[in-house]
T-cell receptor, first 116, second 114 residues
Framework: GAVVSQHPSWVICKSGTSVKIECRSL??????MFWYRQFPKQSLMLMAT?????????EQGVEKDKFLINHASLTLSTLTVTSAHPEDSSFYIC????????????FGQGTRLTVV | GENVEQHPSTLSVQEGDSAVIKCTYS??????FPWYKQELGKRPQLIID?????GEKKDQRIAVTLNKTAKHFSLHITETQPEDSAVYFC?????????????FGTGTRLKVLA
């Protein structure tokens, strides 16, 4: 299947700093990427839908000024957690759809963010 | 918006037995239902999917059934093996709207006991 690479795999940052997470589709073009947050032993909570060349669509309750999403090219979307706090510590995972494929979305390996 | 409920949250079965995981969805416009398997520390991987114009789909030991009227769909794993142990997520999506976003169920932790 198609490959989605997420970087970094883990990051530790201090409270008040910002962290950028990258999601790349390596062998296909993705007009749409999705960002999820996963708490321990819990489901994948959709945060936002990232559309290439346009503003991201955020789910209800997700602060768009806190979680900045940029999808500048067909192979790259970034999520920036701004002014991070310990409660932002979580597992963030992206997925991407091949614009040429019908339905399947492929997931990145995820990023474990720890804010200290 | 769409809401997906998944049951059970945990499931333990003996090796060789069958496992069934059930999901319900709220939006009748949803028309694509994938199932993902997430092993510990790994990314979710698609294992099977079904579209609303099909009632059942099978791939070796895995099958999915869909009841559009009742708005529920189920994953069936037969002859379970220890390597089937993982967390399974169902999802619902409206493929016709252009956004294609997936709403996931809460997950089922399956343990296959040897």
């Amino acid at each position: 299947g198609a490959v989605v690479s997420q970087h970094p795999s883990w990051v530790i940052c201090k409270s008040g700093t910002s962290v950028k997470i990258e999601c790349r589709s390596l062998d296909f073009q993705a007009t749409t990427m999705f960002w999820y947050r996963q708490f321990p032993k819990q489901s994948l909570m959709l945060m936002a839908t990232s559309n290439e060349g346009s503003k991201a669509t955020y789910e209800q309750g997700v602060e768009k000024d806190k979680f900045l999403i940029n999808h500048a090219s067909l192979t790259l979307s970034t999520l920036t957690v701004t002014s991070a706090h310990p409660e932002d510590s979580s597992f963030y995972i992206c997925s991407a759809r091949d614009q040429g494929a019908v339905t399947e979305a492929f997931f990145g390996q995820g990023t474990r963010l720890t804010v200290v | 918006g769409e809401n997906v409920e998944q049951h059970p949250s945990t499931l333990s079965v003996q090796e060789g037995d069958s496992a069934v995981i059930k999901c319900t969805y709220s939006d009748s416009a949803s028309n694509y239902f994938p199932w993902y398997k997430q092993e510990l520390g790994k990314r979710p991987q698609l294992i099977i999917d079904i579209r609303s114009n099909v009632g059942e789909k099978k791939d070796q030991r895995i099958a999915v059934t869909l009841n559009k009227t009742a708005k529920h769909f189920s994953l069936h794993i037969t002859e379970t093996q220890p390597e089937d142990s993982a967390v399974y997520f169902c999802a619902a999506s409206k493929q016709s709207t252009g956004t294609y976003k997936y709403i996931f169920g809460t997950g089922t932790r399956l343990k296959v006991l040897a």
